[in-house]
């Protein structure tokens, strides 16, 4: 099975649409929140309008459905509901959050969501400007949390606070430095981005 990844167009709103839809819907069992996912209704005005926002899509080669997004927002957590001093860690405008990454059942764990997330780290590192690379996962969600725990260092754990939070875990990734770069000593590795991938176990 193979796919490609490729930042979305305005024609592909309605299909990315459909794949966060029910995300929230069939996973997150939260159903349509607008103070949570009004940048589902809104894509374009989100994230394909915005010069340091994007949004990818992965796209089944054989039947040219789309199949997964992932996309990064320039936004940082807000406190409430997440707690002020992650808010105050991961600020706004020099942060990069990675934001609905979501992939069909059907197409799981096949590399898709790691390439995903190379691909939106490379788009952070020639972005420029960003301190931070942010993001959230609920655990109720099948596969997320030790998808991320393998890709990401844990923040917080809401779980652990008093009352459970919201539930959620926080984590961040090393900010990328575009290719040809070479990183200061004692940095992390570089993420690489593949645009197109063949799937595999």
Do not use: K
Not at 65 to 88: F, H, K, L, S, Y
């Amino acid at each position: 099975m193979s796919y490609l990844l490729r930042t979305a167009a305005s024609a592909d709103a309605d299909a990315a649409r459909s794949v966060m839809l029910d995300t929230v819907y069939g996973d997150l069992r939260s159903g349509y929140v607008p103070r949570w996912h009004r940048d589902i209704i809104d894509i374009e005005g989100t994230y394909l309008r915005p010069a340091r926002r994007t949004l990818l899509v992965a796209v089944d080669e054989a039947s040219g459905a789309v199949v997964g997004t992932g996309a990064v927002r320039d936004q940082g957590p807000q406190a409430p509901p997440n707690p002020p001093w992650i808010a105050e860690r991961f600020p706004s405008g020099s942060t990069a959050q990675l934001c609905r990454i979501y992939v069909r059942p059907a197409y799981r764990r096949l590399g898709i969501a790691r390439a995903m997330v190379r691909e939106l780290c490379a788009f952070v590192a020639e972005a420029g400007g960003y301190e931070a690379v942010y993001l959230h996962t609920d655990p109720a969600v099948p596969g997320a949390e030790p998808f991320w725990r393998a890709l990401a260092t844990e923040v917080c754990d809401e779980r652990t606070l008093p009352g459970g939070g919201q539930g959620i875990v926080h984590f961040e990734l090393p900010v990328p430095v575009p290719a040809g770069v070479p990183r200061p000593a004692g940095a992390g590795a570089v993420t690489s981005a593949t645009t197109v991938g063949t799937a595999s176990c």
